[in-house]
């Protein structure tokens, strides 16, 4: 990898995993990822009050490589089960969106041992 493409992508990964992408909007404390870290599988929880019916989730790795893409579509319990057996251990970024929230990212370890 070249120097500039090396700088840049450090530079998208700071922006992307700590700097404003991470929202300060009370919707970040109304969805969470549990367990985590996961081992196979982990769960998206989204708060009631977010009445989303559909959502598309993400899954990047540390260097910002899309891993994953998923179309779901939510029930009332509004919760979304993700299997990462296939996932190596590590550290992630899941990133969901939705018409009727702005886009959320969250960390997700993922630990095999």
Known sequence: MSKVKKIISVLFLFIFCFGYSENVLSQNE???LKPNPAKTFFRI???SSL???DAKVAIFDIIANPIK???VKLTSSNVIEVNIESLSSGMYIV???SANFTTVRKRLIVDKN
Do not use: G, M
Request: aromatic letters at 6%; glycine letters at 0%; charged letters at 25%.
């Open 30 to 32: 109304s969805i969470s």
């Open 69 to 71: 893409n998923y179309t």
């Open 51 to 53: 009445d989303a019916k």
């Open 95 to 97: 990133q969901i969106q």
């Open 45 to 47: 929880e989204l708060d």
